[in-house]
């Protein structure tokens, strides 16, 4: 354990780095509840219920792999220096650089 207590771990996820992936899924949801409203009738209702269900269940897998994904490459585990404490202090997050589109 004291192999451990030489690192310094830290988390540089802010919400802009979700933002794009809550986005994306609020689209799925709304798409699934325009295509129950397509699907509503008075003979048709399970079916309108079926598809938003399935929506559902089929895209929040996808969503949970992304949150985890994004979260696990936002963890940092960087060596201490000799004489350096793991007190944690406001503002020592590094700035992060915004992504450019290469073309």
Known sequence: MDKFSRYRFSCTLSFGDI??????WLIVIFFSLASALALWSADRQIYALATV??????SLPF????FVTTLLNHIELSPMQEGETSVTTQGTTPIQKPAQVAS
């Open 53 to 58: 269900g399935l929506i559902l269940v089929l």
């Open 63 to 66: 969503l949970v792999f992304a």
């Open 19 to 24: 933002y794009g992936q809550i986005i994306v």
